[in-house]
């Protein structure tokens, strides 16, 4: 399906704040990676912001802990990351400092920068506090209202 022009001129003129998701599933960095895991897999997503006092300080993606995992098949895999989960917090893993958008940012925009970054979420904060997070599924899904 092409997009039309109305579709495309929303998304240069929407903010973000439309569309993102306002409640955010966060982290704090001294999480247990296995808290971490049941957090992605209760909830279905696959990004949260960690915080520390609602303010950002990292993010971590369930690819993140899944390139903890020895990719190679040995016998003991889950011994294996079951001693990595053990031994490392949330904070080890994360990324530190992650780019992070205002709400005001347009959705043209902050799918020019999730397409040149390779990232699949941002998060999005007003006065540095945690105010949402932007998703490429969020994006999906107003392209596809939009087009619908």
Do not use: C
């Not at 599933?25 to 949260?48: N, P, V």
């Not at 971590?60 to 190679?72: E, I, K, N």
């Not at 932007?134 to 596809?144: E, G, K, M, N, V």
């Amino acid at each position: 399906m092409i997009l039309k022009n109305v579709e495309v001129m929303r998304a240069k003129d929407l903010p973000i704040s439309e569309i993102m998701t306002k409640e955010v599933k966060t982290l704090s960095k001294d999480t247990s990676l296995f808290k971490a895991e049941e957090l992605f897999k209760k909830h279905k997503i696959k990004h949260a912001p960690v915080v520390k006092d609602n303010k950002i300080v990292g993010m971590l993606s369930l690819t993140d802990l899944q390139r903890l995992s020895f990719v190679d098949g040995y016998n003991d895999q889950y011994d294996n990351d079951f001693a990595l989960y053990t031994n490392f917090t949330v904070g080890q893993v994360m990324m530190a400092s992650p780019i992070k958008v205002t709400p005001d940012i347009t959705i043209a925009e902050a799918a020019l920068l999730l397409a040149d970054k390779s990232f699949s979420a941002l998060p999005v904060v007003e006065d540095d506090w945690l105010v949402g997070i932007i998703t490429t599924t969020d994006l999906l899904r107003f392209f596809a209202k939009e087009a619908g």
